[in-house]
C-alpha cells in the first residue's frame, strides 16, 4: 500500500520537474544576447584570441546553431548525462565546480536552519496553547511579530552590529581569519560553531515566528475537540493526553507544509549568507545575478528548485507513514 | 455604543457585514492601533515634500555624515528657548583624522512649524517653501535622523523614500489581485483541464524559492529603462510570484459557493459567468481577498526592500527604503554610522502595523468568532 503511493507521487513529479526545467531555462534565455556572444565579447575584453575551432566546439556542445526548444533539450542532456551546467563567464570556470564547493554548504545551513526551527518552534507552540494568555504566551507572541517583521538581512546586520561594537569580533564568514586556510581541527570546529549558530538562528528566526503561531492556532482548534474533552473525563492524565493526540494532530500540518518552509529557508539563507559573507551560495549568485551571468544562477535556481519538489516528497511520504488515512487515500489533508 | 447596547437599539440586527466588520475591527485592540499608525505613515509620505525639513536631493556640504541632531526645549542653564537643536562645530579627530560634530554651547538652531526653506512644487503643481516642521532660518543644520554620506539629510530621504515603499506595495499588490482573482476565479469556476493547469502553475511557484527566483527576474530586467519603467517592472515581478496564495483563497472559497442555491438560480436565469462571479458571488467572499491583500502586504514590503538592498531592485536615483539601506551593506559602515539605519526602523513599523492590521481584519471578517 505505501509502495503504490509513493510511486504514484513519484510519477507525479515529473511533470513538475519538467515544468521547472523549462521556467529555468527561459530565464537564463532572458536578458539580451547568448552565451556564445557574451563568451566572445568576454575573451575579446581580456585581450584574448577568439579561437574560432573552439567557437565551432561550444556552438556543437550547447546546439546554439539550433532553435530554441532544441536548445533546451542540448541543455538538459548535458545536466543529466554530464553533469555539464554550462560555464560561468564571471568565473571563467563551469558552474558545476562552483556548485560543488559551495551548494553543499547552502543545503547544509538551511536544513540545520529547519531542524532549529522545528526544534524551537513546536515545544513554545505547545507551551503557548496550553498557556493561553498567560505572560509567557504573550511574550512568545511578541517576539514571533517581531521575527516576521524583522527581515532577516536586518536582523543579520543589526546583529553583526551588536556583537561588532560590544565585542570588536566582526562576525561575518564562517571561520575567522586565522582558521580560513587551516586544515580542519578541532579548534576550527570550535571556532567554526558561534558562526554557524549565529547564521541558522537567524535564518530560522522568521520561520520561527509562523511556525509557532501555526502550531499554537491548531493545537488550540485541537485542544476545543470532543475528544479531548472525553479522554479528559475519563481521568487520563493531562500530559499523556496532550501527547497521546492533540500534538500529533498538530504536528502534521507542519510536516505537510516543508515543501514551502524549504524555498524560505533557502532564500533566508541566501540574503544572510550575503551579507555575513559566507562561503555558500549566497554571495556568488547575487553577484551572477547583478553581472547577468546566467547559467551559474539559473543552475542555483534549478537545483534548489528540485531539491525542494525532492524535500516535498520526502515530506508526503513522511506524512502518509504518520496519518494512515492518506495511506489508504482517504482525507488529503 | 457597546455590543450590547447596539442589541437593544435593534442596530446590531440590522447592520450590514460592512458594519458588524468594522465593529468587531475596532474591538481589536493592535488593529485599532495600527490602522490610525498607518494612515499616519500613509499622510507622512504622501505629503513628504511638505512635512520633509529639506529636500532629497539637497547636499549640506559642510555637514557630511553628521549624526543626529537631537531637539532639545531647555538649554543647559535651564533657560527655555523653544524647540531648537545645538548648532555643530566641526573639528578633526587628532587620531584618525575623522571629522567630528560637537555641539556648540552657546550657538543654537531654533526650530519652528510652517518655517521658509528650499522652494519645492508640491505634487508637482504649485510651487511654495513652507516646511511643515525645520529650522527657522533657511540652511540651519538640523538633522533629525542625521545626514548621509553626500551630506544629504536622512529624514528626508526616508520620508520621499516612504513615498516609494509604500506606494511600491500597493501597485504590486493591485497586480497580485488582477492575476489571483482571474486565474484563482476562473480555476474554480470552469474546473476541468484550466483548474488543473492553474493548480499546478502554483504548485511550480510555490516550490521556487522566491527570493532568487525574483532576484533573476529582476537581473534579467534591462537596465537602462525610466524610473518609472522600473518601478512598473518590479511591481508586476513582485505579483507574478506572490498570486499564488490569493488565487488558492479566491478558488478554495468559488468552488464552495459554486454549488450554493443562489448561484444555481442565477445560472438558471440566464445569467453570465461573468455576471454570476462578479455579481453574485464576489461580494461574499470579498471580505476574505482583503484579508489575504492586507496579509500579502507586509511580504511585499519585505520582498522589494531586500532586493533593493542587494541592488537588485529599484535603482538609484530612486529613493526607496531599500536602496537607502544599501548605503549599510558593511559592517563597518554600519559600526561608524549606526544612523544610517534608520530606515530599518521605517520598515520594521509598517510591516508590523501591517501585520496587526491584518490580524484585527481577519478575526473581523470570521463570522464564527
Known sequence: ?????????????????????????????????????????????????????????????????????MQYFYWIRNIITKGDFGRSFQWSVPVSQLLSERLPATIGISLLSLVVTWGIAIPIGIYSATHQYSVFDYVFQFIGFIGLAVPGFLLALISVYFIFTLTGVSLTGLHSAEFLNAAWSWAKFVDMLPRLALVVFIIGLSQTAGMIRQMRAMLLDELQKQYVITARAKGLKEKKLLWKYPIRMAVNPMISTIGWTLPGLISGEMIVSIILSM????????????TQDMYLAGSFLLIVSCLTVVGTLISDILLAIVDPRIRFGGVAE | MSLKKKQKAGTYEVASQWKLMWWKFKKHRMASIALPIICIMYLLTMCCEFFSPSLPLERYKKYVECPPTPIHLWDHEGTFHGPFVYAKEIGRDPETFRK????????????????????YKFWGLWETDIHFFGAKESGGAYFLMGTDSLGRDLFTRILYGGRISLSFCLVSIFFTFLIGL???????????????????????????????LWMALAAAMPKEISQLRQYLLMSIIMSLIGWTGLARVVRGKILSLREEDFVTAARLSGAGHGRIIAKHMLPSFLSYIIVSITGSIPATILGETALSFLGLGLQAPTISWGTLLQDCQTVETVAAKPWLMFPALFIVISVLMFNFAGDGLRDAADPYK
Open chain 1, 1 to 69: 500500500m505505501l509502495g503504490n503511493y509513493i510511486l504514484k507521487r513519484c510519477l507525479q513529479l515529473i511533470p513538475l520537474l519538467i515544468a521547472i526545467s523549462i521556467v529555468i531555462f527561459v530565464i537564463i534565455q532572458l536578458p539580451p544576447g547568448d552565451y556564445l556572444t557574451t563568451y566572445i565579447i568576454q575573451q575579446e575584453a581580456s585581450g584574448l584570441e577568439v579561437n574560432q575551432s573552439n567557437i565551432v566546439l561550444l556552438t556543437k556542445q550547447y546546439g546554439l546553431d539550433k532553435p530554441v526548444y
Open chain 1, 279 to 290: 562561503p555558500t551560495m549566497g554571495p556568488i549568485v547575487k553577484r551572477a545575478m547583478i
Open chain 2, 100 to 119: 567630528t560634530f560637537v555641539d556648540s554651547e552657546d550657538e543654537i538652531v531654533p526650530l519652528g512649524f510652517f518655517v521658509h526653506g528650499s522652494k
Open chain 2, 182 to 212: 482571474t486565474l484563482g476565479g476562473l480555476s474554480g469556476y470552469l474546473g476541468g483541464i484550466f483548474d488543473t493547469v492553474v493548480q499546478r502553475a502554483i504548485d511550480l511557484i510555490m516550490s521556487m524559492p522566491s527570493i532568487p
